[in-house]
């Protein structure tokens, strides 16, 4: 059985940063994608950053130059450090991970969302 824990979600003016943090543990052979999704109330869940367990990463073109994820391979803990906040980055906040056991059987894991407010 895997988690993701999620922290680091909460209420900013606009302008302002948060860091969300997401902690994976359980019986875990290897992690291979994790990152962040979000949605919004009536709209589609959307890819917001992922990254590699090689260190590659991706953004939502709304979100490149102001976010930044990282990945703690150790800790089993990525990270999405969100600078420049807009009203429109508003919304639950999902971690994701993509994690395979011993037979290298791949599952989707998702953690139970974190909300971040930003006020204008």
């Known amino acids: 059985q895997v988690q993701l824990v999620e922290s680091g979600g909460g209420l900013v003016q606009a302008g302002g940063s948060l860091r969300l943090s997401c902690a994976a543990s359980g019986t875990i052979f290897r992690i291979n994608s994790m990152g962040w999704y979000r949605q919004v109330l009536g709209k589609q869940r959307e890819l917001v950053a992922d990254?590699?367990?090689?260190?590659?990463?991706n953004y939502h073109d709304s979100v490149k130059g102001r976010f930044t994820i990282s990945r703690d391979n150790v800790k089993n803990t990525v990270y999405l450090q969100m600078d420049s906040l807009r009203p429109e980055d508003t919304g639950l906040y999902y971690c994701?991970?993509?994690?395979?056991?011993?037979?290298?059987?791949?599952?989707?894991?998702w953690g139970q969302g974190t909300r971040v407010l930003v006020s204008s």
């Open positions: 990254c590699t367990s090689g260190g590659t990463t």
């Open positions: 994701n991970a993509e994690i395979a056991n011993a037979l290298n059987q791949r599952h989707d894991y």
